[in-house]
């Protein structure tokens, strides 16, 4: 055999592995493109794509909206603030209901529905404080009175304890809520109170609302403490 043609047939081996490794490379690209499409989403991802997930995701983008038209802090930028505080309240409710309706509470909402409750609340604070419509002391309890609660659940949850909210936490929410509400219109307004047109201090409104609801955080969280305090003294006393 002469040298041209041990070359022809060095270049054709060659040839020939080049184009097996191109073909196992396509036949491995195939198969794992068959596997992705035939894999089925996780159950994360299942549970995260709901309705209810999805309100709460929505109340978190508004928190850039919210903050945006309270900073100006004029009448109008005020009451369009209320009024998108007042949806993202409304939406919490929602959401809550239609998970325990259909059965779709989830993990992801367990984390981002109390997530969200709290970014949007801390930011009004925040926001009122900025404005000079409410003391920092009163916004330092409130949010103090919240990283403590959380901090007990999930001390309690970590040990396999569950501490039920109690009626003082929902009043504390509720007139938290409203509170807000009116603190973001702050301006005095003419309204309408069922027996006729009166004009309405709403930041007078708010502050008040927003101290009653402190008394109300500071009683709960006591709650808490001691329903902490009571199941871990439970825990050492012997079973029967």
Request: proline share 3%; hydrophobic share 45%.
């Amino acid at each position: 055999m002469d040298k041209l043609t041990k070359q022809q047939l060095k270049q054709e081996a060659r040839q020939r592995k080049r184009e097996d490794r191109a073909r196992r490379k396509d036949e491995r690209l195939r198969r794992r493109e068959e596997r992705r499409r035939n894999r089925k989403p996780s159950v994360l991802l299942q549970e995260f794509w709901n309705l209810p997930n999805m309100l709460t995701l929505g109340r978190i983008a508004l928190i850039p909206l919210f903050v945006w038209l309270t900073a100006d802090g004029d009448p109008m930028s005020s009451f369009l603030s209320a009024f998108v505080f007042t949806v993202a309240a409304v939406t919490d409710v929602i959401d809550g209901f239609l998970a325990r309706r259909w059965n779709m509470i989830t993990v992801t909402g367990k984390l981002l529905d109390p997530l969200a409750d709290k970014l949007i609340v801390a930011a009004a604070l925040v926001m009122m404080v900025r404005l000079g419509r409410v003391p920092a002391s009163l916004v330092i309890v409130l949010l103090s009175r919240e990283f403590i609660v959380t901090g007990l659940r999930q001390i309690a949850a970590s040990e396999g304890m569950v501490i039920a909210a109690g009626q003082e936490g929902k009043w504390k929410t509720s007139l938290q809520l409203v509170g807000i509400i009116a603190l973001c219109v702050h301006y005095t307004h003419p309204t309408y109170l069922g027996v006729g047109w009166y004009d309405v201090n709403y930041n007078a409104v708010g502050q008040t609302l927003l101290f009653l609801s402190t008394a109300f955080s500071v009683w709960s969280a006591a709650n808490y403490f001691r329903a902490f305090l009571a199941m871990l003294g439970r825990r050492g006393e012997p079973t029967s």
